[in-house]
């Protein structure tokens, strides 16, 4: 039992508390049962949330929680400060505050190595780095951390932008300042979307500190419609295809053909988005089980017929994240047609190092931008909406497609030797004599692939129809087709867990 109960509370990084482990169903259904105590009372209810996302995060990420609460703490006195002053170079103070606490750990954690080693190659330098934090704890706290590497705190990208717009629209008076520390604490902290988003803005989230607790039968049906297919999306479809094929070619793409080496950028293409479009349907899910609504983040992107469509059905809370805070005050569309092409550029560039301290994301973001730009010079957005002929339509969102898989190989791929093999591969080693042999020796996973590709093409309509007539059927019939659910899940789940893609970002 002892053993039991230091189980239940310690941290395991061999098993953390994640939306695919059994564990997390039944910390959920606690952490609920409790909540109808504590629901009509906000204060209580967000101090309630607050507690139960630290213990998450713990359990998530380990002793990072420390880092979340400086997070927390920082902004919030950041958020009053601007508010409560009225000289307008002390509000600027506070911001440059909020910025240089919450980038400098962001850099530290995200972006020293990477640093360090492009002063080394500058310069000839052969500086060693190591992780100093790291070093502190195992010297005060007996912790065992590796001071050769960095580890990426879980969350910590997406937490520090969520807090960062926080200050900057309460500079811009777009949003008024949470009064009480564990109201803001539980905006921050909301454990459904804290270590992979959405990215939640303050005038999204905050007015509903102030409602009521609701939950109607229908709203019920969506949050468990939403869970449900988030499983689906990331144990039956995203996990079975990377386990079964993705991560061995992408492994080793010198070892396989060019067939095998495109159809693994198709299947990782359907792997990162069931996988992320996943995590955010649960997060959704959950939070509307305790009453709060959190923003749609895809929205079916492979059906966009561009590359601007793309980035607007894509990742939304980011894309609209860089737009609002990185675009636009560059001076975004407002200084000419030239200084524009370089603020979408240098914002894609940056988009692709938030998501890692690597050349293939940079190469990744750069590409993105730059047929974005190429996109805008030519006008093409606007030319594809006049095209009434829908075969134009079908032929561009497949050329949008196709550009975003070819750019998926720089973004999963370890090193930029594993993006050249893959490329070399398939341009020069795709040979059609053995096609068929791959095909019935992989069918399982590409007949996956391609199921996956079409109900993700379906007509917005007929899945809509589907999520709706879940939402009416008996809440018997709810269950059983749930319990069908589980036992498809644990039928196809692979050994061990697998994280969820965004958890590295």
């Not at 911001?95 to 530290?108: E, G, K, T, V």
Request: with cysteine.
């Amino acid at each position: 039992m002892p053993g039991s109960l230091h189980t239940i509370w310690s941290y395991s990084s061999d098993n953390p508390l994640l939306f695919t482990q059994m564990y997390f169903w039944v910390f959920l259904m606690v952490v609920l049962l409790f909540y109808a105590l504590v629901y009509r009372r906000f204060s209580l209810r967000h101090l309630y949330l607050f507690l139960v996302s630290l213990f998450f995060y713990y359990k998530a990420g380990g002793l990072f929680f420390v880092l979340l609460l400086i997070s927390v703490t920082v902004d919030y006195l950041a958020g009053r400060g601007i508010h409560n002053t009225h000289e307008q170079w002390k509000k600027k103070g506070w911001i440059a505050f909020s910025l240089l606490i919450n980038l400098s750990l962001l850099a530290y954690f995200k972006y020293t190595f990477f640093f360090v080693d492009i002063l080394n190659r500058l310069t000839g330098w052969h500086i060693v780095p190591r992780d100093y934090l790291a070093v502190l704890s195992n010297t005060w706290f007996h912790t065992r951390f590796d001071v050769s590497s960095i580890f990426l705190p879980i969350g910590i990208s997406f937490y520090t932008f969520q807090t960062i717009s926080y200050t900057v629209d309460i500079f811009r008076k777009q949003v008024k300042p949470v009064k009480r520390f564990t109201d803001f604490a539980f905006y921050v902290t909301f454990f459904p979307q804290l270590v992979a988003g959405p990215i939640v803005r303050a005038a999204q989230f905050i007015p509903q500190l102030a409602r009521k607790y609701s939950l109607t039968k229908q709203q019920f049906g969506h949050a468990l419609f939403l869970i449900l297919t988030g499983l689906i999306k990331k144990i039956v479809i995203a996990d079975f295809i990377a386990v079964n094929f993705v991560d061995r070619v992408f492994s080793h793409p010198a070892a396989f053909g060019g067939f095998e080496n495109i159809m693994a950028a198709y299947g990782y293409a359907v792997q990162i988005y069931c996988d992320f479009s996943g995590y955010t349907d649960i997060a959704i899910g959950v939070a509307l089980l305790f009453g709060f609504r959190i923003p749609l983040n895809f929205n079916a992107p492979y059906k966009a017929v561009t590359l601007t469509g793309f980035w607007r059905r894509w990742h939304i809370s980011l894309s609209s994240w860089l737009r609002d805070y990185l675009y636009i005050p560059m001076g975004g569309n407002r200084k000419g047609k030239p200084r524009m092409y370089v603020n979408v550029l240098v914002t894609m560039i940056l988009g692709g190092l938030w998501h890692g301290a690597n050349y293939r994301f940079l190469i990744w973001g750069g590409f993105h931008g730059a047929g974005l730009v190429v996109e805008k010079m030519l006008g093409i957005p606007e030319r594809v909406n006049q095209y009434t002929a829908r075969w134009k339509k079908i032929l561009f969102t497949l050329l949008t497609f196709h550009f975003v898989v070819f750019l998926w190989i720089f973004f999963r791929s370890e090193n930029m030797e594993i993006a050249q093999a893959m490329i070399f591969q398939i341009i020069h080693q795709f040979h059609l004599t053995g096609v068929l042999k791959v095909v019935f020796a992989e069918w399982s996973v590409f007949l996956l692939i391609l199921a996956a590709l079409v109900i993700h093409w379906l007509p917005a309509q007929w899945q809509e129809n589907v999520r709706g007539g879940f939402i009416r059927m008996p809440l018997f019939i709810k269950f059983l087709v749930t319990v069908m659910v589980v036992f498809l899940i644990i039928g196809v789940k692979s050994a061990g867990f697998r994280p969820f893609i965004y958890f590295q970002f």
